[in-house]
Nanobody, 127 residues
Framework: QVQLVESGGGLVQAGGSLRLSCAASGRTFSSRSMGWFRQAPGKEREFVAAISSGGGSTYYADSVKGRFTISRDNAKNTVYLQMNSLKPEDTAVYYC????????????????????WGQGTQVTVSS
């Protein structure tokens, strides 16, 4: 079992920045690729960013490329999402997900790839 706890959300003005964190329990974190997704009211959960187990490969949705950066610290069992130049359309609940401990990254932009999820953290960007 893996427990994921997101933090760092909040209210920020357009153009501002936030850094989300996702702390994971267990000993297999360094073998799992991780992803960030978001869900706005009335919309489906959508892919934001993903990172391979070792951190050497990162992937982004086109809508956040150049503004968001995903990173991880395997010594701290934590994955981060640095969000800069925030826009009102970034408003959503942000979730982190953990893949199976295979050491490989698969379909990183699909929710079905991730078998553990956190409870989410709200990000609200005002105009």
């Amino acid at each position: 079992q893996v427990q994921l706890v997101e933090s760092g959300g909040g209210l920020v003005q357009a153009g501002g920045s936030l850094r989300l964190s996702c702390a994971a329990s267990g000993r297999t974190f360094s073998s799992r690729s991780m992803g960030w997704f978001r869900q706005a009211p009335g919309k489906e959960r959508e892919f934001v960013a993903a990172i391979s187990s070792g951190g050497g490969s990162t992937y982004y949705a086109d809508s956040v490329k150049g503004r968001f950066t995903i990173s991880r610290d395997n010594a701290k069992n934590t994955v981060y999402l640095q969000m800069n130049s925030l826009k009102p359309e970034d408003t959503a609940v942000y979730y982190c997900g953990a893949d199976r401990p295979t050491g490989r990254i698969g379909y990183y932009d699909r929710t079905t790839t991730y078998n553990y999820w956190g409870q989410g953290t709200q990000v609200t960007v005002s105009s």
